[in-house]
C-alpha cells in the first residue's frame, strides 16, 4: 500500500525565500557592477532549484511493504523494518532530525533505540491504522 506525501505551503515558502533572495543578490550585482552577465548564472541556479523543488515533491512517499515501512524521497530510501518501531507520534513542535517531508507537520516515527524519522503522509488517520495493522501482524 502506497502513500503519497501531505503537501502545504512549506515548499511555496522556502522557494520564494531563495527565489527573493537570488534576486536580490542579482539586483545588488547589477547596481553595483553595472554587468547584466550575472543574470544567467542566477537563472540557471534559479531553473535547477525549481526542477529539484518539483522532483522532491513528486518522489516522496511512502509504501507498505510486507515485513518493512519504505519511506522514500529522491534518492534516499529508509527502510524500517515493522517489528523495530516502537511507537508513532504526531509532531508537536519544531523537529531537528531526519526529514522524508514535505509539510511543516506530520509524524515522527520512533524506531530501533533511539532513531527517529519525520514523515508526512497525506491521509494520516489511515496511515496510522495499516501501520498498526502491520505492527500487530493482522496484515
Known amino acids: 500500500m502506497r502513500f503519497e ?3 502545504d505551503n512549506t515548499f511555496v515558502f522556502i522557494f520564494l525565500f531563495v527565489f527573493i533572495l537570488y534576486m536580490g543578490i542579482a539586483v545588488f550585482s547589477i547596481i553595483t557592477e553595472n554587468d547584466y552577465s550575472v543574470i544567467w548564472p542566477f537563472s540557471f541556479v534559479l531553473f535547477v532549484l525549481i526542477i529539484l523543488f518539483y522532483l ?3 518522489t516522496t512517499y ?3 511493504e510486507e515485513n518493512q515501512l519504505v519511506c522514500r524521497s529522491l534518492f534516499f530510501k529508509r527502510s524500517i523494518p515493522y517489528l523495530a518501531i516502537r511507537k508513532i507520534e504526531k509532531q508537536k513542535g519544531l523537529y531537528a532530525g531526519l526529514k522524508f517531508s514535505t509539510a511543516w507537520k506530520g509524524l515522527i516515527v520512533h524506531y530501533n533505540k533511539y532513531d527517529e524519522l519525520l ?3 497525506e491521509r494520516e488517520e489511515d ?5 498498526d495493522l ?5 496484515n
Do not use: Q, Y
Open 127 to 131: 496511515f496510522i491504522k495499516e501501520l
Open 119 to 121: 514523515i508526512s503522509p
Open 56 to 58: 522532491i515533491i513528486k
Open 62 to 64: 511512502f509504501v507498505f
Open 5 to 7: 506525501t501531505k503537501r
Open 134 to 138: 502491520r505492527i500487530s501482524g493482522k
